[in-house]
């Protein structure tokens, strides 16, 4: 080894050595001056404090502080003037580590390089009046010029670390709690001659960050973990937070700020953006008032966010506004999931300056918003969510799409599309929270057109619909409405007033107003009206009050429509009227029928009543009048009203007639046996009985030489009561070219028929040329009088027989006369 080597070494380990001598002798003379060192220390740092500072004990540390001199400090307790008031001691700590500068303290004065506190609480308090033990900083002299004196200290520390620190700042005034459990913050710090600038690294657990104690806290049980690098500037009295990387909790953010030191209280601003985090953390980092609102609402992945937080220390809520970007996204809602969703979001508590920074003044905007609900693809230029109390969400919806897809939202069991298209443009305002209270408001048009639809509970099918709905303020308006059934085409236009109202407290309330015409209307295809309006079970949807699906069906089943027809030709089976016109009104399962009038078989008919749904067979209650109608046409139409042994084809002449008739009819629209009750009157003009078998087969003996195949009458009436599947008869007369007969009895549509003819065999034609009608009547019936009865014969058909009671009672009342 070389000589100069060695020599060196020397000099090095003569150095060391004298250096661990002197500092062992200043830690031995700290030792022996124990109380002294600690008097010292105490009585500089009480120099510029307004309160109390206690030492409990000194102990030098000889390797915590090496090459200085490290004194350990117990149970160290720093108390305002006016503790014994509130009781909140400003500093409590088991024990802080302070390097000092070993030099510096050889003369007599201290220079602080490191303070470690361990095993502490700081608690800033401020009471309700505003007073803060902070006070405690506050000088006892009043303010000189800086001289240089002897024993002064240079109080720039170097470098910091706390340890197992609980720090709080309690401002009861302005109803805000600041506490952190600060598991290690470890600091380095640099004095330049603007200020001076700090470099730490933290992790510290977040028990409240509180701008108003009532609202909750923010960052609340989250962990913060990462480095911060802060700056002071002298002149400005401002301290800068340089952005940086910072966990809470699970995600990492950047982080940055400004305090103003310049102002009283200190203003602030904070600056955090994350562009990977979940909705449900970004959310859970905020006050409670604020997490409680946006937890109404989710998002599946994760999003891209920044929040800026601008407020003082000593006022109220801070300013904050948040924005976001979402991408192709899953949104879950109040109302359901928005799959395929794409927004850009701000979050502001300062929606209209001046009216304060409170969940009233809130406000959530969602720009260029598309997505599908259920398949239903939609965009909303700008969607408003405002007032966090209540919140009210507003904006203007557009969605084009295939109506098929409106399947799955409406539930498939009122309405079936299978073709068609649908436009819509809707601007809303709907109650997000207290929707069953404050009605949504609907403003805008739905548009369907050449859809295929199925109307469920009814049964009915319609094709190349069309209907444009219109929302406005409470009412619907449903124009330029088309339904094609078979060979029915049906234009509609109708009304629901106060209809958002009653959708949501009383569907059952609704009432439908419309006006309807056709070209052309086939009843038959209708025929499921009749039925009894099938009930739907509605699938329930998860997390939603409201069920969309049993509105909707409460209001198809249970609502009210009144129907006002005009109809050019109505068929139905054999029967065709025109001119048709007719008042309806479709109350849960009955139909009204008012104000029916159509022209048939040249004549006109009138009716009113009402039908009652119960299932597979429904009542009927019907008032008709008919005028002047061809009858051979009329018994045509309707199938000889069920006649077996009479038709159409034995009538001629015009008919007028009324009726007041009960029963039921299937839902094929026939009706049911034995189900009519009621009273009918006729009046037949300028009529003719044509082939009437059972009296061209009392021809064929009593009458050879009449002509019994063509009977002629100018005027018949007749009443008839109708019990069942019997027709009483009541006694009438019939004047006819032929003969003349009296006619009473009952005629059965199934057996029991029990009809009385008297038929004089004298031949009308001879009375013709008597002019006077007393004389002709008494003629009417002279001569010989058959008796003759009308019943059932064993094949079903009616036979023809005497009427030998008829006559027996005829002569008992001729020896009576004698």
Known sequence: MPHWVKTTLKVLGGIIVLIIIAIAGIAAYVAYNKQKVLNLITTELNKNINGTLTIGGLNPTFFK??????????????????????????????????????????????????????????????????????????????????????????MQIKRFELNNVDFVVNDRKASKLFQFEVQDIDGKMDYPLTGWKAHLQLKTLVKSFSFNTKKGSFMKDKLLNGPFDISYDNKNKLITVAPNKLGIGDDTFTIGGQFNLAKDPVNFTLNIADDHILWKSASNLLAANITKSLRMFDLDAPIAVTADLKGSFGAGDPLIFVTCKVKDNTLTTPGGRINNCSFNGVFSNNYVNGKGLGDENSIIKLYHFNGDYKGLPFTIDTAFVNNLNTPVATGVFRSK???????????????????????????????LVNYELNKPLLDGVVNIKNADVSYLPRNLHFKNTGIALRFYKNDLYMNNIRLQTGNSVVNMQGKVSNFLNLYYTA??????VWQITSPQLHIAEFLGFLNARQSQTSAKTKNTKVNLNSKLNTAFDKGKAELHLRVAKVYYKKFLATDATADLLLDNN??????????????????????????????????????????????????????????????????????HITGSINNDGNLVPRSLNGVATIDLQKGALINFSPITSVGKF?????????????????????????????????????????VAGVYSLS???????????????????IVDQTERNKKRMRGIVLHILATDGDDGKIKIKWNKNRAKKEETSAEITN
């Open 751 to 769: 057996r029991g028929t029990n009809i009385a003819l008297d038929i004089p065999l004298r031949n009308p034609k001879k009375d013709t040329a």
């Open 401 to 431: 799409f295939d109506v098929e897809k409106l399947n799955p939202v409406i539930g498939e069991q009122s309405l079936k599309f299978t073709k068609g298209t649908a436009n819509i443009t809707m601007a809303y305002k709907a109650d």
């Open 590 to 659: 009955i139909i009204k029928v008012q104000n029916v009038s159509v022209k048939h078989a040249g004549g006109s008919l009138k009716l009113a009543g009402n039908i009652v749904q119960n299932g597979k067979v429904n009542n009927f209650l019907l008032n008709t009048q008919v005028d002047n109608v061809n009858v051979s046409n009329f018994f045509y139409s309707f199938n000889d009203f069920g006649l077996k042994s009479f038709s159409s084809k034995n009538l001629k002449g015009f008919l007028s007639a009324q009726a």
């Open 507 to 512: 569907p059952e309330k609704i009432l439908i």
């Open 702 to 742: 009593a009458f050879p030489f009449r002509d019994l195949n063509n009977i002629t009458f100018s005027n018949l009436k007749g009443k008839f009561d109708i019990n069942g599947d019997k027709i009483t008869i009541s006694p009438m007369q019939i004047n006819s070219s032929v003969l003349n007969m009296d």
């Open 65 to 154: 502080g090496f090459p200085g001199v490290s004194l350990a400090l117990k149970d160290v307790t720093l108390k305002d003037s006016l503790w014994v008031n509130h009781h909140h001691t400003l500093l409590s700590a088991k024990d802080i580590y302070v390097s000092v500068d070993a030099s510096a303290l050889l003369k007599g004065t201290v220079t602080i390089n490191k303070v470690e506190i361990s095993n502490a609480k700081i608690d800033l308090f401020t009471d309700s009046t505003g007073y803060s033990n902070t006070a405690v900083f506050k000088s006892k002299h009043p303010k000189s010029a800086p001289t240089k004196e002897k024993g002064s200290s240079s």
